[in-house]
Each structure stands twice: as structure tokens, then as C-alpha cells.
């Protein structure tokens, strides 16, 4: 159940990168596939490539994105931006900063203001 | 016989970089004095509640209190958070000059024909010093903005103003809440060894300008002919750009014995003197009048024995 919850959020957000032609030209040479792992689920995966990004099967992530599903689909609705919860530990993110700075500038630009 | 005034920068910056000079404003010497912490928030704060109360003005290094956007202004919370370690003397980030003196210069080097109207512009950041992306566009500078390619390594320069005050408007109340490690060299990070990554817009820029830190830090093999319009450099940051082909370099900040620094320092100097902060209305005429002057340096023929402008 959360799992599908998840990845409905993600397909939504998959989306919306896809739709934004900004994102698309910033993304576009951002080869990575990104964990959205729940705590008490399986992860769904994101994969990024020339400048699409598209919620795949894929295992063997650059960029693990951890925490609590209900903040996880928030975070991927936009309905919180990913900062607070990444501050006070709820959300955990392995992988590079570079990675991990982008992935927050990309849900800013689709949600931010 | 009265003491000369006394201004300190507390820099998140590395040591290496530390200095002190006397520099005069106003016909008064201030002892300027620039004191690294090498990226520790700690030791700044430490250094902080050390010179409150003992010297007349501090300046914030490597951080801002804020990002002023347009009208937008953003404060940055941990650079707040160490303002507030100083309850006697004032901290200032700089933003002061950025806002009075540093488009001032941009008129005077456009008078002067240093820089000229369809010119390309790459400036490290537009966030960081609004005022003087703004004095570029309006003198007919053509802009590559670098904050998200220099900041976050995107490679997307943000191409005009308006676009920047979009994204400001998206990103910065967020960002300014992270640590601003993420965001900024700090510590050694400063002396790290360039990545030229972004070299093809280092390439078609006519003009770099902007926080040197963040230009070393992507600078290429070869800049040769280009103007260089930024504040703090050491002499072997100009030695590092006349090798690299630079034809002038502009800090927006006066030399004093060798090395230019930054304006958190120098406005912070302005405020010993004067007791004025920015936004006082007395502030500008004060900096305008107190003979601060920019320093143009032309580093003539380059290491290929091509000539400068």
C-alpha cells in the first residue's frame, strides 16, 4: 500500500520534471538512478537520463533518499520542501552533495515560491 | 595621540589567506586585519565574542547575512546565528560596498573603456552580488550568470535578471536555511586545485567577475585576454592570473601591501571610521567621498607573449 502510494508520487513528479523544459536542459547530461527508499518498504526507483527521468525497476542507485513513506510522498508532492526534514534527521540521503544539492534545486524549481 | 580604528574580518576561509594592513579613509588610518577560521563555525563564533567590544568593527568572511535579490532579501540563518555572538560591535557581511561602490565601478571601468556595452559577462554568482549583476546589464553587458553551475555544479547559466530573481524567489528560502558548506568554499576548499569544467563559458566570456573563490575554483588552463572584476586576491592569485593569460584584473577593493581584500573587511573598515552602517543615507555619500578606490591592474603580455588591451 505505501508502495503504490510512493510511486503514484513519483510518476507525478517524474511528470512534472519532464513537462518543464528548464529542468530538462539542466538535467540533461545527469545520468543517475535515485532510491526512494520508504522505512518500512521497498524502494521505488528514479532514473535520470538526457534529461528524462522515468520511475523504473532499476536497483544499484547513486543516490539513496530515505525516511518515513508519509515524507517521502510529501516531499515528491510538493507539499514540504525536502530541507526541514533533512535537518532534523527524518530524511536521510546517501550519495554525493552534488546529487543530493540538485535533487532539492529540482523540487524547488517545480514547487518552490 | 588617539589609537588608529580597528577592523577584523572573521573569515570561514582558510588560514593561509590571513593579513593585516593599514589603509586610509577619510585621511584616518584603520588597521584592517583579515583572521581565518578554516570553515569552523565554532572558531568563528569563538572569534567573534573574542574581538566584540575590543575593535570597532567586524566584518563576516565567507558568508553573507543575507542575499539581497532585487527587493528580496534572504538572511542566511547560520551567518545570523554568528552575528549574534557580537552584541557590542557591529558585523557586517559586506553587502554595503556591494550595493553603494561596487556598480560605481562598473560605470567607471564602462567610462573608462575597460569594459564595453555587447560584451560577454560570466559572473560567478548573481545572488551573491545582485547590485553589480545588475550594473553589468544595464551597461550593455551580455550575462552568463554562474550561481547554479558554480554553487551546485548545474550546467545551466541563468541568462538574464529576470530569470535570476525567479529562481532567488524558489530556491533561496530554502537554501538558506542549509549549512552553507554545501554552497560555498570554505577552509581548504579554498586552495583546492581549479576545475575547469565549465571552461567553454570561461571561453566565451569577454569579462569574469564575481567572488574569486568561486571563479579559481572552475578557472581554466587559459583565459587569456579576458578582464577579471572581482575583490580578493593574493598575490599569487594574480600571479595565478597573469599565467592563465588574464589581460586586466579589476578588484573592486583597494591593494594594501600586495593583496586585496575582501568587502566584508573593507566596509567593515568604513564603518570604524565613519560609525555609519548601510543603509544609513549618510553611508554612500561617506564611501564615495572617503577615497576607496578600485585597483586596475594590466597584466600585459601573457606567458604566451600575447599582449593585453
Known sequence: MADRDLRAALRDFASRC???ERLRQMNRDWTRTIAVRPSEDEPVFLRYEAG?????DLADPDLVVEGPNEILCAI???ETTPTEPYMDGTLLVRGSQDDM???DIISLLIWGE | MSMARK???VSLGSTTRDHRAVVTLGGEEVVVERRGVDGSLAEAARLIEELDGQVDAIGLGGIDLALVVGDDRYLIREAVELAAHASRTPVVDGFGLKAVFEPAVIHRLVTDGILQAGQTVLMASAMDRYPMAHAFVQAGLIPLFGDLMFASRID???RSIAEVQELARKILPEFTRLPFTLLYPTGSEQDAEPDARFGRYFEEADVLAGDFHYLRRYLPARIDGKVVVTTTTTAADVALLKSRGAAILVTTTPRLSGRTFGTNLMEAALVA???LRYPDPDFAHRVMDSGLEPDIVRLGVDDHGRQGP
Not at chain 1, 528524462?52 to 523504473?56: D, G, L, P, Q, S
Request: charged share 15%.
Open chain 1, 18 to 20: 519532464n513537462d518543464n
Open chain 1, 52 to 56: 528524462e527521468v522515468a520511475v523504473t
Open chain 1, 76 to 78: 515528491f508532492t510538493g
Open chain 1, 101 to 103: 544539492m540538485r535533487l
Open chain 2, 7 to 9: 577592523s577584523v574580518s
Open chain 2, 156 to 158: 545551466y547559466p541563468i
Open chain 2, 273 to 275: 571610521r565613519f560609525g
